[in-house]
């Protein structure tokens, strides 16, 4: 099984990002994925979710219209479009999939907004 983030880096506050997550090793089509990060010194949070089929999203609050969830099955992949980012979304953020007692996750992006 395998998740591998890509897409982070250094962006200036306003900008715009776009984190992809390829997965492996398991029928991805089954599975709810999720983002989630976390920043120095706090716990790691949910940051949006998307059932499998991708017909219901969710969102914390302090992303809700700045980020939008998506995935593409056929290609294994989920997305997390970021825009307007703020120096408080600096963070690792990591891939997540879930269904039943499986989770895996992956080995996280760094995401760092800055001016």
């Known amino acids: 099984v395998q998740l591998v983030e890509s897409g982070g880096g250094s962006v200036q506050p306003g900008g715009s990002l776009r984190l992809s997550c390829a997965a492996s090793?398991?029928?991805?089509?089954?599975?709810?994925m999720s983002w989630h990060r976390q920043a120095p010194g706090k716990e790691r949070e949910l940051v949006a979710a998307i059932s499998s089929a991708g017909s219901n999203t969710n969102y914390a609050d302090s992303v809700k219209g700045r980020f939008t969830i998506s995935r593409d099955n056929a290609k294994n992949t989920v997305y997390l479009q970021m825009n307007s980012l703020k120096p408080e979304d600096t963070a690792v953020y990591y891939c997540?999939?879930?269904?039943?007692?499986?989770?895996?996750w992956g080995q996280g992006t760094q995401v760092t907004v800055s001016s």
């Open positions: 090793g398991f029928t991805f089509s089954y599975y709810d």
């Open positions: 997540n999939a879930k269904r039943i007692l499986n989770r895996y």
